[in-house]
Structure formats: structure tokens, C-alpha cells
């Protein structure tokens, strides 16, 4: 909010200058008008009489002068011409004007199949602006202008809009209009129009010539752009928001608490986590404000960096046990269990690709993740292609039980499954794939080393094509080879 609409008034520039007593008699009439409102206008109604407090200090009693000799009014900065409206069209719109913020947004929305802007107004019905060309014929008199915005408060009347749509032009007047203009609203809200200029828009036309998403911006309203869920689909959202908040290295450590019987932090962040939900999963506000903060896009973010550091931390666990041994009590994570685990983290990051990554350009970073964490599977299998228990004295007697390389990267073509990581990698986006194109091409020219079946090298080189003559064996093939540098 730029200048609250009180102070404006006290600088009206043109016009008559509005007196204490016309505000006092003023108000009197707007209470009048409000005695028959709907449902929901009590708590404006309060707010509204809180909002005119700093000007109710006068006691201006009889007061003869009309306000329909007042030509200007302004909003702020801005100056509207209201000699167009009748008394009771004034009313309503110096209402909207002087509200405070006893109107306000909670967010807005653009639904696509009805054409409509919708601004969710606190504590108060939607106020709909929908597409309808302005018509020539004039409408019947009981029903609004098809370009006018409505709300389903009871207030509209006859040509007689209510003071919340007069609150949301005014609102737009505020984002788009020029302060050096004056302004003039329709009785009934169809049309905004510049006075100075001579021009006149509708506010559906207004929107769409602006966005919605600008209109947003300049008044601090939320926008919802992906459409609420309900119910159920709205709880596991609400997890999947959570939980890229989760403090997950505070919370899995030993840090227990101190006090007897007092929660554990874990413990304390679980019911945290579940009274939010709880609250969200009826609150739009709330639901609204969370998923704006933690956007589907930080979402896949997180995820796929989550998903790389899964990948690291499996190979680690393979190493450990490399290592070690099976020492008995430890549950055993060798050849075989790695190997399901990456099928598996494999089939999570594709899972998570199709559900979280859209056209959306913010989407990018993302997709560049998930296949980065794609690729550290590929090349973490490919440089290990050696038997892992050389040396040790352990009872493993297949290969495929002692070499992720045969298990993971033969066994797919001997069975006719789709090829273990490259497959997925084919069809991502050729933008996000041209920066790895150096590793793929040294993971492709070992797996033609390695004398991988024939469709992984073929795949790959579909992918990032070889640097002019295809090349043969990599200089340094091998287990323990770097991939060769450029
Ligand atoms: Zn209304």
C-alpha cells in the first residue's frame, strides 16, 4: 500500500475541497448503506470505523453543502473524476476508498477455463473479473454489465456496483495507473477509464494487457498459479513443502533432550510439522503463503540435490563394506544390495522427473540436477567395473555378485529392459545434457572399452556426439582411471 486513502483525501488537489462535516455526514450514510449488507461485511464494518478514526475528531453537525458537488476524489496519488455517479454509486466507492485495510487480498488466481481472474478477498467472498467483451446492447438493468467485475457479497444493485469491486479497481488503478491522469469509474465497475487520455478499458482487458502476475507484484498479493489441492493431495503437498525445510542434520543426530520426559527434538519438530499441516490443509492463507515460500521449483531442487547426495552416500556404504567386511551384526550392503539400491534411486529420480520438472525455464536448474545425479550413477557403476572382493577371502562366487558393471549394465540388454541409466538420460532436455557432454562421451568410450553391449555406446553417442572420428579404447582405461580431461 503506497499513502493510506485518508491522507489522500486531505490533499485533494482539484475540486472542491471535501470539510470535516462532509466526512462526518458521509459516514453516517455509508453506515446507513451498510445496515443491509450480506454476510461477511460485520468484520469490515469494524475495521472500516477503526480505519476512519484519525478523522473523526470533528462533530460537524448539520451540514447543507452535497457532496454531489464534489467532482474529484482521490486514492493516494491518485485523482478520480466521480461527477459520472450517482449519490449512491459514490458512496460505495468512497467506502471502498476509505476501507483501510479492512478489504485485502488473501491471493489471487487466473482460471483458465472460465476466463476469469479471481482475487480471494480475507474473511469475504471472491471478487470474479471475467472475460466478457463490452457489449453494445445495453444489459438488463437486474443483472451486472458482463465486464463488470461481481463479487457474491448481496450488496449489487441495480447499476449499482459494491464497494468491493470498487476497492479492487481502485487497487488497479494503484498498480497501472499514471498519477498525472485523471481517473473515472462506471457506476456499475464495467469500465475504468483514463479522463486525460479519453480512454477506457475494461478491468478483465486491463489484467490481461498488464498480467496478473504483475498485478500481484506491485500490490504484494500472493498469486496462486498452480491451482489448490484439496484433501489428501493437499497433506502430501504440504509433507513434500515440509519436508524440504526439515533441519535433517539436527534432527538424526544424537541430540536428544536434556529434560526427563520432555520430547525429543525430533520428536518436537514432528508435532511442529504436524500442527502446520493440520492447520494449512484448511487454511488457504496459510497453504497459499507455504507453497509460495517453498515453490515446486526449490522443491525439485532440493529433492534432486537430495538425491545426489543419495547417490554419493550409496557408493560410500559400498565402500565401507568393501572395506570391512561383514562384520556380522551390520546389515550387509554389498555388490547385490548397491546395486538393487541404485535400480532403485534410478527409478526415483525418473519418478521425480516426470512429477516435478515442467516446460518452466525456472525448471532448469532442476533438470540439470536430476541428471547430473543421473550420470553420477551411470559413471560411479562404470568406474567400478572391477571385481570389488579381489583379494578378500569372502565366499562370493558369481562375478555379477562381485561387479556392479555385469550386474547392472549386461544384465538389462540380456533381459530386454531398457538400458540402466541411459535410456533416461536420452531423453532429457538436449540444452541441460550439452553440459555433460564431455563426461558422457568418456563414460561412453569406456563402456566401448569395457565392451558394453552394442546400444549403451550408440545411445551415448546419439546423445553427445564423438569429437570427429569416433575414438577407440580411452587412453587410460580401467577401474581406476580418471575420466580423461579436454
Ligand atoms: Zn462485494
Not at 448503506?33 to 470533528?58: I, Y
Not at 515446486?296 to 532440493?302: D, G, K, L, Q, S
Request: charge should be negative.
Amino acid at each position: 500500500m503506497t499513502s493510506p486513502p485518508i491522507e489522500g483525501f486531505s490533499k485533494l488537489g482539484i475540486g472542491p475541497m471535501r470539510t470535516r462535516s462532509q466526512t462526518e455526514r458521509e459516514r453516517r450514510a455509508q453506515a446507513q448503506a451498510q445496515a443491509g449488507a450480506g454476510a461477511g461485511s460485520q468484520a469490515h464494518q469494524q475495521a472500516h470505523q477503526q480505519a476512519q478514526q484519525p478523522a473523526a475528531g470533528s462533530a460537524g453537525a448539520a451540514m447543507a453543502s452535497s457532496s454531489m458537488n464534489e467532482r474529484i476524489i482521490r486514492s493516494g496519488r491518485f485523482r478520480y473524476d466521480i461527477s459520472g455517479l450517482s449519490e449512491a454509486s459514490r458512496e460505495r466507492f468512497r467506502d471502498a476508498l476509505e476501507c483501510g485495510k479492512a478489504i485485502s487480498v488473501e491471493y489471487c488466481e487466473e482460471t483458465e477455463e472460465a476466463g476469469s481472474y479471481v482475487f480471494h478477498v480475507k474473511d469475504t467472498f471472491p471478487i470474479f473479473v471475467e472475460k466478457d467483451e463490452p457489449q453494445l446492447d445495453k444489459p438488463q438493468s437486474d443483472e451486472p454489465h458482463p465486464s463488470a467485475p461481481h463479487c457474491d457479497c448481496g450488496m449489487w444493485e441495480e447499476g449499482l456496483a459494491c464497494k468491493h469491486v470498487f476497492w479492487l479497481e481502485d487497487q488497479l488503478v494503484r498498480a497501472f495507473g499514471d498519477e498525472s491522469y485523471v481517473y473515472r469509474l462506471a457506476g456499475d465497475a464495467s469500465t475504468i477509464e483514463n479522463k486525460t487520455h479519453a480512454d477506457t478499458i475494461t478491468p478483465y482487458r486491463l489484467i490481461e494487457r498488464r498480467e496478473l502476475s504483475e498485478l500481484a507484484k506491485r500490490r504484494d498479493w500472493l498469486l496462486d498459479e498452480q491451482g489448490l489441492e484439496e484433501g489428501e493431495a493437499r497433506t502430501d503437498e504440504l509433507n513434500d513443502i515440509l519436508s524440504v525445510l526439515e533441519p535433517t542434520g539436527l534432527i538424526h543426530e544424537d541430540f536428544v533432550a536434556t529434560l526427563p520426559g520432555s520430547p525429543s527434538l525430533s520428536q518436537a519438530y514432528q508435532q511442529f510439522r504436524d500442527s502446520i499441516i493440520a492447520y494449512a490443509a484448511r487454511n488457504d492463507d496459510l497453504y497459499v503463503r507455504l507453497r509460495s515460500i517453498v515453490d515446486p521449483t526449490i522443491r525439485a531442487n532440493v529433492f534432486f540435490e537430495r538425491m545426489q547426495d543419495r547417490v554419493e552416500q550409496v557408493f560410500d556404504d559400498l565402500q565401507e563394506y568393501v572395506n570391512q567386511g561383514p562384520t556380522g551384526s551390520e546389515r550387509p550392503f554389498g555388490v547385490v544390495e548397491c546395486a538393487d539400491k541404485l535400480e532403485e534411486l534410478v527409478k526415483e529420480i525418473q519418478d521425480g522427473y516426470d512429477k516435478r520438472i515442467s516446460n518452466d525455464p525456472g525448471d532448469r536448474d532442476a533438470a540439470n540436477r536430476a541428471v547430473r545425479a543421473l550420470i553420477d550413477v551411470l559413471e560411479g557403476v562404470v568406474d567400478r567395473n572391477r571385481d570389488l572382493y579381489q583379494g578378500t577371502a569372502w565366499p562370493i562366487e558369481q562375478i555379477q555378485d562381485r561387479n556392479l558393471f555385469p550386474r547392472l549394465i549386461k544384465s538389462h540388454v540380456m533381459v530386454g529392459d531398457e538400458l540402466f541409466v541411459v535410456d533416461m538420460l536420452k531423453n532429457k532436455p538436449p540444452e541441460v545434457l550439452r553440459e555433460y557432454h564431455e563426461r558422457l562421451r568418456s563414460i561412453a568410450a569406456k563402456l566401448q572399452f569395457f565392451g558394453a553391449p552394442e546400444p549403451y555406446v550408440s545411445t551415448l553417442n546419439s546423445i553427445a556426439p564423438p569429437h570427429g572420428q569416433k575414438r577407440s579404447a580411452p587412453s587410460a582405461g580401467g577401474s581406476s582411471s580418471k575420466r580423461p580431461m579436454k
